[in-house]
């Protein structure tokens, strides 16, 4: 039995992890809407209005949304830091406004309810388009370079070989407006022959994290995820990846066009200078495991012509 000293000890440690966890779960939570329900989302309603709803509009705070890669736990893990140290090389305040979708991601930067966002550039493009939102960086690779890939992968154990084997077969895509998880993977299967007409049955699971899932649990028969969660799955013998699709530009990080053009300025010189394999790394949670991996670059926006091509000839981008 432990008395008198170990006792306090062990009491205040017990309340020092307690309290970390309310502290993270109040960030979460803070990012939020009260009863906030997902709603559906026209991909054809050309709305530009800013909100002036004044808890998102105050110059106090800038509100920072993203697409699903991972899940709601994890991904608060990576960006609370992340957002720390744009505090700290800003001298502005953030905070988290987390989504259920990736379309009110965007919805949510084009109204003016956030003001920055990590987006995949299919959601980029369409909110470029549906709302005027602007690029500001984009994500570098662990090759430095600001690409990424999907994969087409399947369970260890599955007979299937080839993207032709998967015609009548189900399918598990991540979210509907995923450059990754839907776009890349529907051109591969096309370009293989199989378009959406010819799988047994697909579906839209809303994260990559939530097609392994569907793939691994049997619910599906193969899926498309992002390169390196693929990669990371394949070597500890979770999935087998089938192709791997040619680079694609990289996940952005966008604003609304009502941001100041200092506090724009002031966040792209914070993204420039940002070093996550390097002097912040120590300040940073599991970073490595977005597809920002080496921090920001800038590109020619034209680059992103080939995703907005794919989104235009499969109905997700007005005419």
Request: charged share 25%; net charge positive.
């Amino acid at each position: 039995m432990i008395q008198g000293p170990e006792v306090t000890k062990v009491h205040k440690k017990k309340i020092g992890l307690l309290s970390s966890f309310l502290l993270l779960l109040l960030i979460f939570i803070s990012g939020c809407t009260k009863g906030e329900t997902p709603k559906k989302v026209s991909l054809y309603q050309r709305d530009g209005e800013v909100s002036k709803n004044p808890e998102y509009s105050s110059g106090n705070i800038l509100w920072f949304g993203f697409d699903h890669r991972l899940g709601p736990k994890e991904e608060v893990l990576i960006y609370t830091p992340f957002l720390t140290y744009l505090e700290k090389a800003t001298g502005k305040r953030f905070r988290i406004k987390f989504t259920e979708r990736d379309e009110d991601t965007v919805k949510n930067l084009g109204k003016g309810i956030t003001h920055f966002a990590s987006l995949g550039t299919l959601n980029y493009v369409v909110g470029q388009n549906k709302y005027g939102i602007k690029y500001l960086v984009s994500g570098v690779n662990r090759d430095g370079d600001p690409k990424y890939q999907s994969a087409i992968f399947t369970r260890p154990g599955s007979s299937i070989e080839h993207l032709s084997d998967l015609k009548g077969k189900c399918f598990a895509f991540g979210s509907h407006m995923s450059t990754e998880g839907h776009l890349i993977p529907r051109n591969m299967l096309e370009d293989a022959g199989v378009t959406r007409e010819d799988l047994g049955n697909y579906i839209y699971t809303g994260s990559h994290m939530n097609a392994v899932r569907s793939v691994i649990n049997g619910e599906c028969d193969a899926g498309g995820i992002q390169d390196s969660l693929a990669k990371q799955l394949a070597a500890e013998g979770k999935l087998r990846i089938l192709k791997m699709s040619g680079p694609f530009p990289s996940s952005v990080i966008a604003y609304n066009r009502g941001v100041d053009s200092t506090t724009v300025n002031a966040v792209r010189s914070a993204l420039l200078a940002f070093d996550p394999g390097g002097r912040h790394k120590p300040l940073l949670v599991e970073w490595d495991r977005t597809e920002m991996p080496l921090g920001f670059t800038e590109i020619n926006e034209r680059e992103l012509d080939k995703v907005a091509g794919f989104a235009r000839e499969y109905g997700l981008l007005t005419q």
